[in-house]
């Protein structure tokens, strides 16, 4: 794997569009969107990667094989936009009528398809292999893996729901990437079209159908049409100036063509091939009746994406591109050296999943209904809000923001548990499925000068001590809102069991399906509390006396992924966050008492459901460290002080019981 094929986190072999692209100066290259970088803190412009990446090839022979085969290219462009003219009218009425769209489809598919055959040309003159006898062997190793593209999907939607507020030249780079990586099953569809064989029993046909249900799914979200429609919006808008970009010829030539044909392909099918394929969550969850409207209104956004790409397809200069693409590449690179570079508040760095993080450890099979979670579309979007929310009291539907295999937990985990046999499950220690202080210094916070030179240090010892984390299943009544004054929570059965009475401190976290509550305590002969001049002393004391809305604008946290998955580790930053600004929070205050914290992580945007979201699935997996603290926002408030830290080593949500309310 060369370099930057590394840092994008692909191998040559999966993408090799990229690899003939550059070598071929009249095309696209596949991966100039990487130009957004793999790393968060890098900036470069689009042009400047394709600079990057053609200066990896060997240019005299790549001229020489775009010589030899540039006849094929456009030969099999014609034959399938012929075999795509031939197929229009059995494309699906209600999405891409006509021959002209079909056509277009064909045509770039044929194309796609002869740039792969260039590049297993480009292979037979390199190193040789096993494959140069069987040229269709090599192009099904080329193709991305069933569970490499539901990764990609999955992280697509995050990417887009993540840069909503970005510029749209993100979230389109984004779709060019995820859509771009199914560009090659597609291009099976046309091989299977050309020799008779595209009927849906077929198993060969079978397998493509499924490698594109991930991409079928993720168009039918909100956020995928937005920037979808931004996407054609922003083409339309280049080839009106005579400005487009050959980032902008490739999603003519890749991504629209890739995206057309998945959705008439897999719109097309029967009810029982489509039965067969992976399904979305709502339909576990929800009425046969509202299903149905779920899927008129996905219908809907199909059909939005459709018009939209026709839109930008059927222009006559746009068909003149794709006919002589080699002539507007030449035109587009007289266009780059004249116009000014991106800025980079308009360019920024997105990081795309290395290639084989979706078979990291514990990752579940491609049979397993649970990657289904993160196709649903109701999730996050307009389609169904009824789904979303927790209610504060009354009859909840927590259970129906349930994964499949949290709802299997629930199912096996149905009874209910006291407080005691909870805090036994869920215990302090060093194994799975345990919690433990954490040590506080490992968290940078606010150094003293923070305000002059925005330095951070670590933070001294923790402020509180930690006495408890309960974790639970969220009963059919809904969320508990005040555990601190409930019998049956650690607050009052620690103070009944020990005596112990000093002033408490509890968080309640609400995250559906799951509800956790952490218990900490003040220590009267604390150092920091001893002074009350120092910083720790004034800041708690101003967090006491504040009401509910200042405390929102100054408390902190701090999630650390320490062991996880990758994808959940880009959903949770780290990075400190007023999370009363983020999430619905309450405050419970009895002065002498104790002070609670109450978080509905349900109230939040798109962007915290779907980190959360990401979170619970893959709680088996996780290290979570959890820091707490008060933000000093003055120079007599630093510097700051961790209040404390938690460590939730592999949560088993088999072993997490529903509270037991009547305890």
């Known amino acids: 794997m060369d370099a930057a094929a590394e840092k994008r986190g692909t191998c040559t072999k999966k993408r090799p569009e990229a690899s003939l692209d550059s070598a071929l100066p009249g095309l696209p ?88 055959l260039g590049k297993q040309e480009l292979q037979r003159h390199g190193a040789g292999g096993a494959h140069q006898a069987n040229p269709e062997a090599a192009a099904a190793e080329c193709r991305p893996t069933l569970r490499r593209l539901r990764y990609l999907a999955k992280w697509g939607h995050f990417q887009l729901i993540e840069f909503e507020e970005a510029a749209p030249e993100l979230r389109c780079a984004v779709l060019d990437e995820v859509a771009g990586s199914f560009s090659p099953w597609v291009q099976k569809i ?27 799914n993720l168009l039918q979200r909100r956020a995928t049409v937005d920037a979808m429609v931004e996407s054609t919006k922003m083409a339309n808008a280049a080839f009106d100036e005579s400005a487009a970009d050959n980032i902008c010829v490739e999603r003519c030539h890749v991504v629209f063509p890739t995206i057309l044909e998945t959705i008439s392909t897999l719109d097309r099918l029967s009810s029982a091939t489509r039965e067969m394929l992976p399904k979305d969550a709502e339909q576990e969850i929800v009425a046969e009746e509202e299903f149905s409207a779920q899927r008129r209104h996905r219908q809907h956004r199909l059909q939005k994406i459709v018009d939209a790409i026709r839109q930008v397809l059927e222009r006559t200069d746009v068909q003149e591109i794709l006919a002589d693409p080699h002539h507007h590449s030449q035109q587009a690179a007289t266009h780059a050296a004249m116009a000014e570079p991106a800025s980079p508040a308009t360019v920024r760095a997105f990081e795309l999943p290395p290639e084989g993080v979706e078979n990291e450890a514990g990752a579940k099979s491609d049979e397993d209904g649970d990657d289904d979670g993160y196709f649903s579309v109701s999730s996050g979007d307009e389609a169904a809000p ?179 998955p990758w994808l959940v580790r880009r959903a949770l930053p780290a990075i400190p966050v007023l999370i009363g600004t983020k999430v619905k929070m309450e405050s419970f205050h009895k002065p002498g008492d104790y002070l609670e914290l109450v978080f509905d992580t349900s109230s939040g945007g798109n962007m915290e459901r779907l980190g959360v979201s990401t979170c619970c699935k893959a709680l088996p997996r996780l290290q979570l460290v959890f820091n707490c603290l008060i933000e000093g926002q003055t120079e007599d408030q630093l510097p700051e002080n961790v209040l404390f830290s938690a460590s939730m080593l592999n949560l088993d949500p088999a072993k997490l019981f529903v509270p037991n309310m009547c305890d």
Not at 53 to 82: C, M, P, R, T, W
Not at 392 to 398: A, D, E, F, I, K
Not at 525 to 540: C, E, I
């Open 29 to 116: 290259a596949r991966s100039a969107t990487a130009g957004f970088g793999s790393s968060s803190s890098s900036v470069c412009s689009p042009q400047e990667t394709r600079d990057q990446l053609e200066q990896k090839f060997d240019k005299e022979f790549s001229k020489h094989i775009h010589k030899k085969n540039k006849l094929a290219k456009y030969g099999l462009g014609a034959l399938g936009a012929g075999i795509g003219g031939a197929v229009g009218v059995a494309a699906s009425p209600l999405l891409i009528p006509g021959l002209a769209v079909a056509a277009l489809v064909g045509g770039a598919g044929g194309y796609q398809f002869a740039k792969r």
């Open 190 to 216: 046309y091989l299977l079209r050309a020799k008779g064989m595209l009927v849906e029993t077929d198993p060969e046909v079978f397998e493509v159908l499924q490698h594109l249900a991930p991409l079928y």
């Open 386 to 564: 009824q789904l979303r929310r927790c209610k504060s009291g009354g009859s909840s539907r927590c259970a129906k923001e349930a994964s499949p295999s949290s709802r299997r937990a629930r199912a096996a985990s149905d009874a209910t548990a006291s407080c005691e046999r909870r805090a036994a499950s869920f215990c302090r220690g060093t194994g799975n499925h345990t919690w433990q202080a954490w040590d506080a210094s490992l968290c940078r916070v606010r150094s003293q000068s923070y305000l002059k030179d925005k330095k951070k240090e670590p933070s001294g010892p923790a402020m509180l001590e930690l006495l408890n984390c309960d974790i639970f299943q969220i009963g059919e009544d809904g969320p508990v809102m005040n555990p601190a004054s409930h019998p049956g929570f650690f607050p009052a059965y620690h103070r009944r069991t020990t005596g112990d009475t000093r002033f408490l401190f509890v968080q309640n976290w609400v995250f559906p399906p799951y509800q956790s509550v952490m218990t900490a305590a003040l220590n009267l002969d604390a150092a920091w509390l001893q002074d009350l001049d120092s910083p720790q002393a004034k800041v708690w004391k101003a967090f006491l006396d504040a009401d509910n809305e200042m405390r929102r604008r100054t408390f902190k946290v701090f999630i650390v992924v320490e062991q996880g």
